[in-house]
């Protein structure tokens, strides 16, 4: 697919290598030269000129482009390049990233873009309306998942599928876990209420499939998807308890450490580290019950005032990278029960995740699920990027119908999925039911696959499974 | 198979020569100039394009071996209409082979399909994608050579 990024930020870059990696046709434009420069070796056309200029647009292919990926550092200039792709060239998918929150509410949401209905079918275009499809914001999607993983203790990973009813969770098996040292089957015998599936073991970073005769070793990285309602009951079989979290530190006041405090004041009793003191005036008035600190997180003595030995959970989210690890590493020394550190460059991510940090946080792993749908084939209602990108959970639409289809009428064991691809969970409606191999699978079922080790020709597969036939009439 | 595609392919829907540079802009190009030969209105058009992207965006319609057959429902016909365009330069297609594309048969059915057209959709695209078909649709240089070749290999391997 050709497609077209504009802006060379961080966010952008990673989005071109990940996506250029994928095979797909890249343009990443950019004002300054100097930017590209900067960017490692990579498989991509570049184009000097102003994202918002009709003339860098041309310059850079739009007119041939599926998709344009508006990824400036201004939200201004990102959503007007949007309506300039569309009205200029009709752009079949724009994606635009809105850092303020003002935009993403979901009152002026509804009123301000245009209805998802319009981007196939221009007749249910409203006048006046944006021209964007997707608004990204990694700031507030990384608060999201920071928060979703404080909402399930010993928790490495959550995805939520089908708005939220099925989540799929890694959880790192600890002796002393009462499924720890027993074969998987028993798991049934322990909770007998809960339905769920385990889709995936790494084993020393090794995927091994899950059969029912597997046994839990301590240190295995468990995928399991359920009902979020057990999710809970499922975790503390692999762990002992973890208590719920009450005390949270968070590190950084900027904008995502500011969403964070503001989301977690009311549940948790939070306090924040941010070095600038104006920062911190503003963020005393805006929030009501965190507790601002201010000074350096990396400073053994302030740490120590704010209660480190106590803090259940140290949220490391300042712009640098190298300071989040850092501090992380003091904190979790100090006696910090959990760490959560927000790494940008991934190749900290393997050096860091764990050892003394407990969690890396990527804002690229939170942001991609939402362009990836754009990107593939089919109906993917979602995607996300999991273990760094090795391994990867879809939510597909089974379309069509038994003619047409390859999955549609057929049990799960019949569907011939690519090795180490499993389907984790179908969910119907309301219901969510795990992927037990005699399911059989109904139109538009949203069916959840997990696959261990991602390769483009096993994804290519799994897309095409989902994909009605040539002949199939939408 | 009982219909003849002569009912559906006139000659005034074949374009040998058919320049695009872009799966997105040959669907564009062919939806507009689909929309001229019908003589629809422009409203029609936009939708045209649409509804040919929204079929691609399920899985693509290239079916291997430099053809595709786009395809969606129109309220621009009462009666399904197939066009035929031969591409100066092959695009890629995103096609199931991976191979790019230079050849699209088009095919137009009412919003209320029936089974009748659905066949005549199955029939057009298991015919067009036989190998077969390849070099001699790609052979010919003018519409009404193209028009002629296009039903007689139909007539033959439907």
Redesign the interface.
Known sequence: ??IVILGAGQVGATLADRLAFEQH?ITLVDKSRLRFKSLPDLDVRTVVGHASSPSTLEAAGV????LVIAVTNSDEVNLVACQLARALF???SLIARVRNSEYLTSDIEARVFQPDEAW????HAKLGRLWVQERISPEAEVTDYIVKLLGQPGTLQVSDFAGGRAQMVCVKAVSGGPLVGHRLVDLTDHLPDVDTRVAAIYRRDRPIIPEGNTIIEHDDEVFFIANRKDISAVTAELMETDKPYRRILIAGGGNIGSRLASRLEGKYRVQLIERDANKNRELSERLNKTVVNTGDASSPKLLEECGIQDTDVFCAVTNSDEANIMASMLAKKMGARKVMTLINNAAYVDLVQGGLIDIAVSPEQATIGSILRHVR???ILQAFSLRRGAAEALELVA?GDAKSSKVIGKTIDNINLPDGATIGAVVRGEQVLMGHNYIVIEPNDHVIVFLAEKSQRKLNDI??MF??S????? | MNHSLSDYLLPSQVHPQFAAKSKKRALEMVASQISDTLQSDEDQAELLVDGLQARERLGSTGIGQGIAVPHCRSGAVSEPSVHLFALEEAIDFDALDGEPVNFLCVLLVPEDANEVHLQLLRDVIRTFGNPECRAPLLAARTPEVLHRTAIDLFERLA
């Open positions: 697919m050709k046709d007119d041939d482009a599926e009709r752009t079949p196939t079918d221009t007749s084939r089919g109906e379309v897309e095409r994909q009605p040539t002949d199939f009439l939408l």
